[in-house]
């Protein structure tokens, strides 16, 4: 079973930077491909960035040059870090983790973590 525990979320200016953190449990890690997912309320869920267990990443094309996610398979957590953000970017912000084999997808969800964008 894997547990992810975000962390990192909180209130920051227009223009200002926070960085998220995702911690996950379990021995899969490594192999998995992990992602960062946002919705915002009364809004669907969306794909923030992703980067798999070679350490490709690939962004929505609203974040692309200001977030950049990376892992430390080391430590079992991935980050997210944002810059220039945006009022419109408040939302929860989710981590996922998913590892497919040859008989299965294993798909998981954190608890989320709370960004808002004010001034």
């Known amino acids: 079973q894997v547990q992810l525990v975000e962390s990192g979320g909180g209130l920051v200016q227009p223009g200002g930077s926070l960085r998220l953190y995702c911690a996950a449990s379990?021995?899969?890690?490594?192999?998995?491909?992990m992602g960062w997912y946002r919705q915002a309320p009364g809004k669907q869920r969306e794909l923030v960035a992703t980067?798999?267990?070679?350490?490709?990443?690939s962004y929505a094309d609203s974040v692309k040059g200001r977030f950049t996610i990376s892992r430390d398979n080391a430590k079992n957590t991935v980050y997210l870090q944002m810059n220039s953000l945006k009022p419109e970017e408040t939302a929860v912000y989710y981590c996922?983790?998913?590892?497919?084999?040859?008989?299965?997808?294993?798909?998981?969800w954190g608890q989320g973590t709370q960004v808002t964008v004010s001034s």
């Open positions: 379990g021995s899969i890690f490594s192999s998995a491909t």
């Open positions: 996922n983790l998913r590892y497919s084999s040859t008989w299965s997808t294993q798909n998981y």
């Open positions: 980067i798999t267990s070679s350490h490709r990443t």
